[in-house]
């Protein structure tokens, strides 16, 4: 059986093809897209029909390699979402997560339910993009003409195949489903005006939504399709193929946003949750994470898209060895990094205001973003012991970011547990994973972690001796009183 994977992420896509040899899971890409939102008139969408001839494209290449016959399954970003007519059309484009329209929301929903009987319902931290608050910033007029609100990639299975769903691990990133009764809560709903009927029935990861309508495509040449419905929220793909074992280890799911935190049986609700902001949103077979939403790789990204020159990756990292640690603590948890005009000259603007040496080549300001991303790391896995009770020996980076080793070591160091790196593509095994047990080729979810541990190359970090709690303490002194009330991530 061949498997497809439909992978995008907040700045690109890609789709991979999957299948299983001699007990080895072998994936090969397909191909690679750009994603990103345009600002059109002050508001920030996307470009979804960009993306859904992405995914007809790259299903022609997978025909025109020789399989005439595949599952799909697609993952996308949470929260983003698509208001559908009554006869199925976009009565306007998505709006983008990192639109502004939203940024003092939360204080205005909180005037009609407070946050910590919203969090009692949801158990889903506070962000000022969530869609609960994107939904109450809507027109009532649009709402009112809305027949579906159907999540980004709920949308584009819907395009392919005309069924409609809400995928639970990115339903419950709308802040909107209530965790005790796995349901849309009423009195929320009835808050920002939309209704239950508005939103398609709940399903599983794991369903199988519905075969490609080929004949709605006819000027593609396109594979027999059965689209599964994986876990469609990128992060809860991407814990689906971190190839943790035992009890103690905890995982961080690093790209554009670092999601940092435990795979759980059950929701944790509690002031010191509520007060940490940390999420319990809903994963595979019923289970919980329980994770802090941690600003990621995109300062890096949008320092490089700032600078004059075009460093890659792998030169920033070089340039930051060059200089000394933690010569700036900053909050990167702060919402004024979730999408200034200019990331370098907020991070100078933030050191600036906080009396601290202004970062000013590419290498200090490489270095200020690791240094401070590994701190914040490792404050979140002592605040997750705190919370659970549970002793983290081990934490498994996975995604984009375990690739930089320089990133993985620090975190070692200021965290004090053994860091296992791998596999990148987290995200694609995971959804390919769902895929597999779907179709009963993988038995269930320890199977198919041992599967990821077998097939792909994990690299160890073993913590180096250095003073973490005094660091710790220098960056609490400096930033900690805005640490646990900023929201950001996804």
Same mark, same amino acid.
């Given at each position: 059986?061949q498997?497809v994977?439909?992978?995008?992420g907040?700045?690109?896509?890609?789709?991979?093809?999957?299948?299983i040899?001699n007990?080895i899971?072998e994936?090969?890409?397909?191909?690679?897209?750009a994603?990103?939102?345009?600002?059109v008139?002050g508001?920030?969408?996307?470009d979804?029909?960009?993306?859904?001839?992405?995914?007809?494209?790259?299903?022609?290449?997978?025909?025109?390699?020789?399989?005439?016959?595949?599952t799909?399954g697609?993952?996308t970003?949470?929260?983003?979402y698509v208001?559908l007519d009554?006869?199925g059309?976009?009565?306007?484009?998505?709006i983008?997560?990192?639109d502004?329209?939203?940024?003092?929301?939360?204080e205005?929903?909180?005037?009609?339910?407070s946050?910590?009987?919203?969090?009692?319902?949801?158990g889903?931290?506070?962000?000022p993009f969530n869609t609960?608050y994107?939904?109450?910033?809507?027109s009532?007029?649009?709402?009112s003409?809305t027949?579906? /609100?159907l999540?980004i990639?709920d949308?584009?299975g819907?395009c392919?195949?005309g069924v409609?769903?809400?995928?639970?691990?990115?339903?419950?990133?709308?802040?909107?489903?209530?965790?005790?009764?796995h349901? =849309?809560?009423?009195?929320?709903l009835e808050?920002?005006?939309?209704?239950?009927?508005? =939103?398609?029935?709940?399903?599983?990861?794991?369903?199988?939504?519905?075969?490609?309508?080929?004949?709605w495509f006819?000027?593609?040449?396109?594979?027999?399709?059965?689209?599964?419905?994986?876990?469609?929220?990128d992060?809860a793909?991407?814990?689906?193929?971190?190839?943790g =074992?035992?009890?103690n280890?905890?995982?961080?799911?690093?790209?554009t946003?670092?999601?940092?935190?435990?795979?759980?049986?059950?929701?944790?609700i509690?002031d010191q949750?509520?007060?940490k902001?940390?999420?319990?949103?809903?994963?595979v077979?019923? +289970?919980?994470r329980?994770?802090?939403?941690?600003?990621?790789?995109w300062?890096?990204?949008e320092?490089? @898209?700032?600078?004059?020159?075009?460093?890659?990756?792998?030169?920033?990292?070089?340039?930051a060895?060059k200089?000394k640690?933690?010569?700036q603590?900053?909050?990167?948890?702060?919402?004024?990094?979730?999408?200034p005009?200019?990331?370098?000259?907020?991070?100078q603007?933030?050191?600036?205001e906080?009396?601290q040496?202004?970062?000013? +080549?590419?290498?200090?300001l490489?270095?200020?973003?690791?240094n401070?991303?590994?701190?914040?790391?490792?404050?979140?896995?002592d605040?997750?012991?705190?919370?659970?009770?549970k002793?983290?020996?081990?934490?498994h980076?996975?995604?984009?970011?375990?690739?930089?080793e320089w990133l993985?070591? /620090?975190?070692?160091?200021?965290?004090?547990r053994?860091?296992?790196?791998?596999?990148?593509?987290?995200?694609a095994?995971?959804?390919?994973?769902m895929?597999m047990i779907a179709?009963g080729e993988?038995s269930?979810l320890?199977t198919?972690?041992?599967l990821?541990?077998?097939?792909f @190359?994990?690299?160890?970090?073993h913590?180096?001796?250095?003073? @973490?709690i005094?660091?710790?303490n220098q960056?609490?002194e400096?930033?900690?009183?805005?640490?646990?009330?900023?929201?950001?991530?996804?």
């Amino acid at each position: 059986m061949q498997y497809v994977a439909v992978d995008i992420g907040a700045s690109s896509g890609r789709m991979v093809l999957g299948e299983i040899k001699n007990g080895i899971l072998e994936m090969k890409e397909i191909s690679r897209f750009a994603n990103g939102f345009t600002n059109v008139g002050g508001t920030c969408y996307w470009d979804l029909d960009h993306l859904l001839d992405q995914i007809l494209q790259g299903l022609e290449q997978v025909k025109s390699v020789g399989y005439d016959q595949c599952t799909l399954g697609i993952d996308t970003w949470a929260v983003d979402y698509v208001l559908l007519d009554d006869k199925g059309k976009r009565l306007r484009e998505s709006i983008s997560y990192r639109d502004g329209r939203t940024k003092n929301t939360i204080e205005k929903v909180a005037q009609l339910r407070s946050k910590k009987e919203i969090y009692q319902k949801t158990g889903i931290q506070f962000q000022p993009f969530n869609t609960i608050y994107q939904l109450f910033e809507d027109s009532k007029n649009e709402l009112s003409k809305t027949n579906q /609100i159907l999540m980004i990639p709920d949308y584009l299975g819907y395009c392919l195949t005309g069924v409609a769903v809400t995928e639970e691990t990115n339903g419950s990133t709308t802040q909107l489903l209530n965790i005790h009764n796995h349901q =849309f809560d009423d009195e929320l709903l009835e808050m920002i005006s939309v209704k239950k009927e508005q =939103f398609a029935r709940l399903v599983e990861p794991g369903t199988l939504l519905g075969q490609l309508k080929k004949e709605w495509f006819p000027s593609y040449d396109l594979p027999n399709v059965q689209v599964i419905t994986v876990a469609s929220h990128d992060t809860a793909s991407a814990i689906v193929g971190t190839p943790g =074992f035992g009890e103690n280890w905890a995982y961080l799911s690093s790209g554009t946003w670092s999601l940092l935190g435990i795979e759980n049986e059950v929701p944790i609700i509690n002031d010191q949750a509520f007060y940490k902001n940390y999420t319990n949103e809903w994963g595979v077979f019923k +289970t919980i994470r329980f994770l802090k939403n941690i600003m990621g790789l995109w300062l890096i990204q949008e320092v490089r @898209r700032n600078l004059p020159k075009n460093y890659t990756f792998p030169q920033f990292v070089e340039e930051a060895k060059k200089v000394k640690a933690f010569k700036q603590f900053v909050n990167f948890n702060h919402e004024r990094f979730l999408n200034p005009d200019n990331m370098v000259e907020e991070i100078q603007n933030y050191c600036r205001e906080t009396n601290q040496e202004v970062p000013l +080549t590419p290498g200090e300001l490489a270095n200020c973003i690791y240094n401070n991303l590994a701190i914040i790391y490792a404050i979140a896995i002592d605040e997750l012991e705190m919370i659970t009770g549970k002793k983290i020996e081990q934490l498994h980076i996975v995604g984009g970011g375990s690739n930089n080793e320089w990133l993985n070591q /620090i975190t070692a160091d200021l965290s004090g547990r053994t860091v296992f790196a791998g596999p990148s593509e987290a995200t694609a095994i995971g959804n390919l994973i769902m895929q597999m047990i779907a179709t009963g080729e993988v038995s269930d979810l320890e199977t198919a972690r041992k599967l990821v541990r077998h097939s792909f @190359r994990i690299q160890t970090y073993h913590p180096n001796h250095v003073d @973490r709690i005094a660091i710790l303490n220098q960056y609490k002194e400096v930033v900690y009183d805005d640490y646990t009330s900023s929201a950001t991530s996804l």
